[in-house]
């Protein structure tokens, strides 16, 4: 009980907690106007007896989240697939890293697609920069997530990052439970999937053993997230530009709003993850004597080839390749049909950017970037 205690300020809630914060969370207009916007069919005494049935987080990870989920990602895209299943075991937690492509939909996917397969859903790293609010702290600590904090400043860095580090541990190796993290702080707004040094920097601190033995402690399993169309493609590009004209340019909340509600309701086309084989084998087959930080740059070279590997390509991703780098190299796999849809997407794309001095060009550039990047970085590992 005293290590739980611990981790009170960052940990997901407890199965004695669920009732009392559903309680709170039905009191407030604010949570029941985005109830009455994600279940239109359901009467408010419906909604809130459904609510109140909820006495664990599985619960309402079952009964609420998993089929929001699907139905939300099921009206915005044209399939929804994974693989890799046999690469996990149920009886052995894992560490997934992945590609970050979506702010909410990419571990909400995971966990949801565990539970239809019968497996235990993941405990789910989210930045405090994301929780504009109280009662939105409050959900995702339902729907097991645990809190990475973001705004301290670099004197509280080192202590903030090594508690986080041991939740982590805790979670994987005595709680039993596996864990999803991005592999970077925010997304690659480029696509170019890139896992940071500090992150398993951060990961290996939790633990008494050497950098190697605190990881395969973790059991890192890399993960691939696919998007054919990113309906936040266009934000991204804007805020390209934005940088590119302002080097002080920085987001403001607000637009980590509307980067959240274009990912959920935005367009995707096809949809597919991958899970990747462990790292285990791999770190156990490195040299301990090299210095820490090779070390650390070759543990992120093997979670980023198995991630570059495991991608799923759709003709977007090709024709945008072959138009920044490839001239012809992937012609066989996309059709005269599939360029003009493609065009047709990112003229629609372009069209939203609001900016009074676009740039076309560039902003064009920026978005063929985000999908020819995988195919880019799969090309410097395949076989």
């Given amino acids: 009980m005293e290590k739980k205690n611990e981790f009170d300020d960052i940990r997901p809630y407890d199965d004695e907690e669920v009732a009392p914060v559903i309680d709170r969370l039905l009191k407030i207009p604010e949570f029941r106007s985005v109830l009455e916007l994600l279940f239109p069919d359901k009467s408010w005494e419906k909604m809130e007896k459904l609510m109140r049935s909820f006495s664990t987080k599985h619960e309402f990870q079952h009964g609420l989240m998993k ?98 580090s041991r939740y982590i541990h805790f979670v994987v190796t005595e709680k039993n439970e596996s864990v999803w993290i991005a592999q970077r702080e925010g997304r690659a707004k480029d696509s170019n999937d890139r896992t940071q040094s500090a992150l398993l920097k951060m990961l290996a601190m939790g633990s008494e053993k050497d950098l190697i033995g605190s990881l395969e402690e973790l059991n890192i399993v890399p993960l691939s997230f696919s998007y054919e169309y990113d309906p936040c493609d266009c934000l991204k590009a804007k805020e390209f530009q934005q940088k590119r004209d302002d080097p002080d340019f920085k987001k403001s909340p607000d637009d980590d709003l ?120 799969w090309l410097s590992v395949k076989k």
Avoid at 76 to 87: K, L, Q, R, Y
Avoid at 136 to 163: T, W, Y
Avoid at 282 to 307: C, H, T
Wanted: hydrophobic share 35%.
């Fill in 258 to 377: 509307v980067n959240m509600r274009t990912g959920i309701f935005g367009y995707k086309g096809r949809v597919h993850f991958q899970i990747g084989r462990s790292i285990n084998p791999d770190l156990l087959g490195l040299d301990r004597n090299l210095g820490r930080n090779d070390l650390i740059k070759k543990i992120a070279d093997l979670i980023d080839a198995e991630i570059f590997l495991n991608y799923r390509f759709y003709p977007g991703n090709y024709i945008a390749y072959d138009r920044l780098w490839g001239g012809k190299s992937f012609d066989e796999n996309y059709t005269d049909s599939d360029m003009r849809t493609f065009d047709a997407y990112l003229q629609q794309q372009l069209d939203k950017i609001d900016l009074p001095d676009r740039d076309i060009p560039f902003l064009e550039e920026k978005m063929l970037e985000m999908y020819a990047y995988p195919v880019k970085n």
């Fill in 67 to 164: 089929g929001l989920v699907y139905d939300l990602v099921g009206k915005t895209s044209d399939s929804i697939s994974s693989s890799g299943f046999e690469n996990i075991d149920k009886k052995k937690p894992c560490t997934c890293i992945s590609n970050h492509r979506d702010i909410i939909l990419d571990a909400a996917l995971l966990s949801s697609t565990l539970g239809y397969k019968g497996y235990d859903t993941v405990e789910v790293a989210i930045g405090d920069n994301l929780l504009l609010s109280p009662w939105i702290r409050d959900v995702v600590r339902l729907n097991k997530s645990f809190i990475v904090k973001r705004g301290v400043s670099i004197k509280q860095m080192l202590e903030v990052s090594r508690h986080l």
